[in-house]
């Protein structure tokens, strides 16, 4: 049976908020919140915004149909009930949003509300597929919406991050799974399929799949992964590799499908080894034969996480210790000798056959399979030797082509295509005259789009396109190119957390590119995508430190990959001063995000260049090479390393970056074995005020936690809190969410320790309630072991084992352990467990089954529990 197929859009639509509210009464509210939804660059829905040759409620009902976000915005009046109807359209609007449409409902604070409106709010309140929030002005509003439908983007995206790049015409991964779900049937794989599992159950824990590129072994490794959830019931995720091209990669790309935070502290091995522990997980790393020098890592890996499997994609076998070898294999095609009756017989039964009709009907839904094109069909299977990507390609053309159509210009083109590869295997050849075949269908435009799109990571927008457009034979037509290559089949187009995107296959683009490298373009090119993305990091990177920061960081990430493949055009066409400058806007982002230590790896790329670069360049270099040393390796070379950073940046004129650095190089000598606390002190105290007359608002916050913690480890408790306060109210007049949720949960920290219970109970749900919507695990882990804390102080012995039960497992899962952290919650834990041993082992029982939504649940006062609700429904 066919696999249900997806709606296809054209590549230009965005995700769509439906807007209901009454119009005249909230027209201010209603201008806030277009403009927030545009500043996301979404699509709003709204009444007023087109032409209505319908009646009013036809029009909504319309509306509503076609939206994928739905936000109410309430005031006083319940609005205009029509002749003849029960409710007004505001009611109906609200009962017709289907129940898993998202819902964001804000209210207005008002105290002459109508009684049918207050009903409904009441009625609102009580549905457990709503949010909703207070509000008191425009601008408020406006602020609310923005980062709510950031962080409503945020969790869509976190769901897909496990396979960020996607897989072989795939959608993104089911949050429970962490794999791409197929768009279309896997077929003829029954065989192999069974024998990788069978693999994997008799305990093969390294598992290469090895073949030409196009043979279907990305595919196989996901139906394989989807099919043995009882043998990994602690996670199966999809790491695409296709991207990576520097072996330094892999453990950052692991890291990052892991959703562990590589924020320099400690070695990220041994974070990911800590991860994987006890933990039946499997890994399918697709692609691996670009970082194939990568492989020991693997076998370190497997040695440090015994419960831990490899399931890997290659052209090239890994040749490491443990592996054992799958060779993926064409599908079966019939002998050429049947015609009519026994011919359809014989192509029913041969995998590629089969698969050839399914991808044709997928093009034309009146195909078949009939006496007369059946010898077509084995004829056009045999000659692309059951390579599924070749088939795939051939049967695109069934749009316009017949079979025999097809097979005749396969005959032609075929044997002239694989006679000037010659020195490549002869499924490589094949592979690479089928898709030279299909592309020389198409008009010369379109050929020419394609083969610029090589310079895109796997994925990317309309809009990113024809950015690229000017000067080029395709400028101003990119969506009719756009939509040619779809309908080849050479181009695939998904939904990614509400946006339309786009997609190559690894030898698809392996092609483009190879044909811009001839052409003499591929810098050219290069230089253009890299000046798209540099101009979206300089137009995006300033809200990193203030309101802007949840939206900031929802557009970044769903631009990585190609904010990586910018930073590697730039070094690679010897752009290094830029490459420096893109790698220094996005500072915030690396911290939040995690990505350290694949920076570090770029900016080593960058130096062992051995090109002129400004001190400036230098320093944004060294800087990022010495953050991970000064943590995981502390000594006086950082030090020294950070002062020369601080006198570049100051030479070139970055007193901020200067700034930053001096921060940097106090923190450091906190790390030294024997620690500098009274340089430190002041090197510290110097920042903060350099900082706060630059009005880095960020920094200076995260200075002032570090002045508190070397205050605390100095026993200067009042002093500590000044200075954590002082930094969460920084952070919080900035709008800057994760420091507000770092400062606020060493303050809470700080107050447990001090026996200030009530205080440090307010302080743990603030950041906790940070947390959630940043959708920062740490912090959540954090929050859950002051709020563990203050249980025990109170008596509570069962709540206080679950909760801390519940932070371990996050803190396993993400390959945190933190000394620090533990000296809070442990002692009254402890002392909890002297008196009451029952109650917390039946709490830490229960603790360890609950999911980070129900520890969430938990933690939380009543009322907290009833409005973060709808956002824990998503975890």
């Keep these: 049976m066919n696999a249900a197929r997806p709606v296809i859009r054209t ?191 008799r305990g093969d824990r390294l598992i290469s799949l090895v073949g030409p590129g196009g043979i279907g072994k990305s595919r196989l490794a996901v139906e394989v992964a989807r099919a043995t959830e009882d043998l990994f019931p602690d996670g199966r995720y999809f790491l695409p590799l296709e991207g990576v091209f520097e072996t330094g990669l892999l453990l950052p790309t692991i890291a990052y499908v892991l959703g562990i935070r590589d924020n320099g502290e400690a070695a990220l091995e041994e974070r990911i080894a800590r991860a994987l522990t006890d933990r039946r997980v499997l890994l399918v790393l697709d692609n691996f034969e670009q970082i194939v020098e990568a492989a020991p890592l693997l076998v370190r890996l497997f040695s440090l996480a015994p419960t831990a499997s490899f399931l890997v994609t290659s052209r090239t076998v890994l040749r490491v210790r443990g592996e054992r070898v799958y060779e993926v294999r064409a599908l079966a095609v019939p002998a050429p000798r049947a015609g009519g009756t026994e011919a359809v017989a014989r192509a029913e039964r041969s995998p590629a056959c089969r698969l050839f009709v399914d991808r044709a009907q997928a093009v034309d839904p009146d195909f078949a399979l009939t006496e007369e094109n059946a010898p077509a069909i084995v004829d056009i299977c045999r000659r692309l030797e059951g390579l599924p990507l070749a088939i795939e390609l051939a049967a695109a053309k069934a749009r316009v082509l017949t079979p025999q159509g097809i097979a005749e210009r396969l005959e032609q083109s075929l044997p002239l295509l694989t006679a000037s590869a010659r020195d490549v295997p002869d499924r490589h050849r094949t592979m690479r005259a089928t898709i030279e075949w299909s592309v020389s269908l198409l008009e010369d435009e379109h050929r020419a789009l394609l083969e610029d799109l090589g310079v895109f990571a796997r994925q990317f927008t309309l809009e990113a396109v024809e950015a690229l457009g000017p000067g080029r034979p395709w400028d101003g037509r990119a969506v009719e190119g756009v939509a040619a290559l779809v309908d080849a089949s050479l181009v695939k187009r998904a939904d990614v957390s509400g946006r339309s995107v786009l997609s190559l296959l690894a030898v698809m683009r392996e092609y483009a590119l190879g044909r811009l490298k001839e052409r003499g373009e591929a810098g050219r090119m290069r230089a253009a995508h890299a000046e798209h993305y540099s101009a979206l990091v300089e137009r995006v990177a300033p809200g990193l430190r ?256 679950a909760l801390s039960a519940a932070a371990d497992g996050i803190r396993q899962r993400i390959g945190v352990f933190d000394v620090e952290a533990f000296t809070v919650h442990t002692p009254q834990l402890d002392a909890m467990r002297a008196t009451h041993p029952d109650a917390v082992a039946e709490g830490e029982r229960r603790g360890a089954e609950l999911t980070v939504a129900e520890a969430i649940t938990l933690a939380l006062p009543e009322h907290e529990r009833e409005r973060i609700a709808p956002l824990l429904a998503r975890w």
């Design 546 to 801: 203030g309101p802007a920061q949840g939206e900031a960081v929802v557009q970044l990430g769903l631009e990585l990959p190609n904010l990586r493949a910018a930073v590697r055009h730039l070094v690679h066409i010897d752009r290094l001063d830029d490459a420096g400058d893109f790698a220094w806007r996005l500072l915030v982002y690396w911290w939040i995000a995690g990505f350290f230590g694949e920076v570090r790896v770029w900016m080593l790329e960058l130096l062992e260049k051995q090109q002129p670069i400004t001190p400036h360049t230098r320093a944004v270099a060294w800087f990022f090479v010495l953050w991970s040393e000064m943590w995981q390796r502390p000594n006086e070379q950082v030090v020294a390393g950070l002062a020369e950073c601080v006198r570049l940046f100051s030479e070139s004129g970055d007193e901020d970056a200067a700034a930053m650095s001096l921060a940097a190089r106090a923190t450091a000598r906190l790390q030294l074995p024997l620690p500098e606390l009274d340089t430190a002190e002041r090197e510290l105290a110097d920042a903060v005020e350099r900082l706060r007359a630059l009005d880095n608002r960020w920094a200076e916050a995260i200075t002032e936690v570090s002045r508190g913690r070397l205050a605390w480890l100095r026993g200067l408790t009042d002093e500590a809190q000044q200075r954590f306060d002082r930094a969460t109210e920084v952070a919080e007049a900035s709008g800057d969410l994760f420091t507000l949720s770092v400062a606020g949960n060493h303050q809470a920290r700080l107050q447990l320790a001090r026996g200030e219970v009530d205080a440090a109970e307010a302080g743990c749900v603030r950041t906790l309630l940070v947390s959630i919507r940043l959708h920062f695990e740490e912090g959540i882990a954090y929050g859950l072991e002051g709020l563990c804390a203050v249980a025990a102080a109170r008596g509570d012995g069962e709540r206080a084992g």
């Design 11 to 201: 590549p230009d639509q965005r995700l769509r908020v439906f807007v209901s509210s009454t119009l005249r009464e909230l027209a201010e509210e209603r201008r806030a919140a277009r403009a927030a939804i545009e500043r996301l660059r979404l699509a709003p829905v709204m009444f007023e915004l087109g032409a209505r040759p319908h009646p009013p409620r036809a029009l909504y009902r319309s509306y509503l149909s076609q939206s994928d976000v739905f936000v109410g915005i309430y005031g006083d009046s319940y609005g205009w009930v029509a002749p003849g109807e029960e409710l007004s359209g505001l009611e109906d609007e609200y009962r017709l949003a289907p129940p898993e449409m998202p819902k964001l409902i804000y209210i207005r604070a008002s105290e002459q509300r109508e009684p049918r409106l207050e009903a409904l709010i009441d009625r609102i309140r009580a549905d457990d597929t709503a949010a909703y929030l207070p509000f008191s002005t425009a601008e408020e509003l406006e602020e609310q919406v923005a980062n709510d439908l950031a962080t409503l983007l945020a969790e869509r995206f976190d769901e897909s991050r496990a396979a960020g790049e996607g897989g072989p015409d795939e959608i993104p991964p089911t949050p429970a799974s962490h794999l791409p779900v197929p768009y279309t049937s896997t077929i003829g794989r029954e065989r192999e399929l069974a024998e990788v599992r069978a693999l994997l159950e």
